[in-house]
């Protein structure tokens, strides 16, 4: 695989991993989330080039986008939270399901085909693409709903973040923003919720991968250690200039632009689930 390519294939890998890791964290400080969203369908075409096999590819992607996303959640739930903006009694709640649903998901990754992660890929970010595209605000309530619906949401949460390689950032800002909370409130809680499910999932994708064949080079189980020395660094250094924007700037054109993305990679994995 890796040892099958030139110099110059390493160095644009690494140059298109860090370029990748800079816009990561500018969105992780934007919209409060991790930035699986970008980094799954990025991996996804470099670990392609690269010759990982396709049972193999896909829980690569997911569980090294959930351990690069460790430190830029982290470092954007501080940032929020050193402005007074994280709700910590919501996220004490959501806590342990959340962690639960991660430690499940990542169980599945060990038996679950290629295609059980893209169709929850392309459902997910379909669902957010079409909110940030449509620019739609829904009200669901004034407020948030009781412990129960709360600690079910944290649940299925976990379970699908685990599975698409997110932060859980996206759907616990729609929940939210559904019940009237304001949307800095929001981002900043749902960057807590990314400390949650990348941590814990990102161990989970480790043991998952242990001992599978035709895992490339520098992994450690379906996290490619590789990977998370491109991104990492620099989606750290950038995560605080997305929290300035977040709380400075109008966010409808950075959304509409993210909700194009995300729609292209739905396509491209719908497309490689038929084959094409």
């Keep these: 695989m890796i040892a099958g390519h030139s110099v110059m294939d390493l160095v644009f890998l ?7 890791g800079a816009l990561t964290g500018v969105l992780a400080g934007v ?18 080039l690269i010759g990982v096999p396709e049972a193999t590819r896909m829980p690569l992607c997911v569980g090294t986008s959930l351990a690069i996303i460790i430190p830029t959640s982290i470092r954007s739930f501080q940032s929020h939270r050193s402005r007074g903006a994280v709700d910590m009694d919501l996220l004490r709640i959501w806590a342990i399901p959340t962690v639960v649903g991660v430690l499940i998901g990542s169980f599945l990754a060990r038996y679950a085909p290629p ?4 169709i929850v890929f392309v459902v997910i970010a379909g669902m957010s693409a079409a909110r940030l595209l449509g620019n739609f605000r829904w009200n669901l309530g004034d407020d948030l709903p009781g412990k129960t619906p709360l600690t079910i949401f944290g649940w299925v949460n976990g379970v699908l973040s685990a599975l698409m390689g997110i932060g859980g950032g996206q759907t616990a800002t729609m929940y939210m923003t559904f019940y009237g909370r ?9 960057s807590g919720v990314g400390v949650l499910i990348s941590i814990p999932g990102a161990i989970g994708y480790i043991l998952a991968g242990w001992g599978k064949p035709d895992l490339p080079p520098l992994s450690l189980g379906f996290v490619s250690l590789l990977g998370v020395a491109a991104f990492a660094p620099v989606s750290v250094m950038t995560a605080p200039l997305g929290v300035k924007l977040a709380h400075a700037l109008s966010k409808r054109k950075l959304e509409t632009a993210f909700g194009i993305f995300l729609l292209i990679v739905c396509l491209r994995f719908l497309s490689s689930i038929f084959g094409y």
Excluded: C, D, N
């Design 14 to 20: 690494a140059l298109a991993l860090a370029a990748a």
């Design 31 to 48: 919209f409060g989330v991790g930035g699986g969203a970008l980094i799954v369908p990025v991996l996804y075409e470099l670990f392609r």
């Design 182 to 190: 304001t949307i800095h409130q929001a981002v900043a809680t749902s």
């Design 115 to 118: 295609e059980v992660f893209k």
